[in-house]
């Protein structure tokens, strides 16, 4: 009765459209189901916190996404503020229920032995822009350092005495990542090949085209595919994702959390934790894979 009146409530004086109305119907019916499935003796009036917890739990239990489940929870609320307006019930049991948090997907990265085979083992191409092509991987993966940041980059952004890059990040803040002995190398090859092959750069961009213009987003998104491609099958296969696997070799490597947030240029500690998830789940996977009884 009480589910009745409101739906015709929806349909009169909201105007909602059938399909809505539907699935408020479904969902109210389906809670009704599972609290007297719990206690008989309970209804609409009666039912707390805790029956709507234990709904919710229920629900996770069986497979439905936390989008799914906060999209029911969302009718459970209208139902209860308009029992409220109607002065059925005194106390919303809704109030202090939490829906459940929508997991955020796990950071794509390129496996160690991949970027190593990458690198160190398939040509990118010939001449300048083969050049280009491997110093931009590299770059990435040894820095971990946004798109922008490093089409943005100048040559006096590369401190070769003091072994610092000078990056600008969002909001213009600046951080120094520092590079070794092996990309100092490749840095150091890669600059008299551009200066051998373009004659004027445009405001003395350190990553440049063949016509000396700064690069521009696209080229740089596609270039990182193109040579991705070579070595994994992710659907993924972005600037960003180097930037994400940069973070977790570091972190797989023993580095700090403290210093990747660092070197990432993260405002926050959570943020870079993301990618301890991450290590867990590869170090989950080795076990499944080695141990016996996994």
């Avoid at 389906?30 to 916190?49: G, H, L, Q, R, Y």
């Avoid at 803040?173 to 190398?185: H, S, T, V």
């Avoid at 403290?258 to 996977?285: D, I, N, R, W």
Wanted: charged share 30%; with cysteine.
């Amino acid at each position: 009765m009480l589910i009745e009146s409101f739906l015709d409530y929806l349909r009169l004086e909201k105007n909602c459209s059938e399909k809505t109305i539907v699935s408020y119907g479904t969902d109210l019916t389906k809670f009704e189901e599972f609290f007297k499935s719990v206690d008989e003796e309970i209804d609409f009036t009666t039912v707390d916190a805790d029956v709507i917890r234990l709904w919710v739990v229920s629900l996770m239990d069986g497979g439905y996404t936390s989008t799914s489940v906060n999209r029911k929870l969302s009718s459970l609320r209208s139902f209860y503020r308009y029992l409220l307006r109607k002065k059925i019930v005194a106390v919303d049991p809704t109030f202090k229920v939490v829906g459940p948090k929508k997991k955020k997907p796990l950071p794509v990265f390129v496996k160690e032995e991949d970027m190593n085979r990458l690198l160190d083992e398939i040509p990118c191409g010939k001449g300048f822009a083969g050049c280009l092509d491997k110093m931009i991987i590299e770059m990435f993966y040894a820095t971990g350092m946004r798109l922008s940041e490093l089409i943005g980059l100048d040559d006096a952004d590369i401190d070769f005495s003091a072994s610092l890059i000078k990056v600008t990040g969002k909001r213009n803040k600046q951080r120094l990542i520092p590079f070794g002995e092996e990309l100092e190398r490749d840095l150091r090859v890669y600059l008299s090949v551009r200066d051998e092959n373009i004659s004027e750069r445009e405001n003395d961009a350190f990553f440049v085209r063949k016509d000396g213009r700064r690069l521009s987003p696209g080229m740089v998104y596609l270039l990182v595919k193109r040579n991705l491609t070579k070595v994994v099958t992710l659907k993924k296969k972005s600037p960003h994702v180097l930037r994400h696997t940069f973070a977790t070799s570091m972190l797989n490597h023993q580095a700090e959390l403290e210093a990747v947030k660092e070197l990432l240029g993260h405002e926050s500690l959570s943020t870079t934790e993301v990618y301890t998830h991450t290590t867990f789940e590869e170090l989950k996977k080795v076990y499944e894979q080695a141990h016996p009884r996994a």
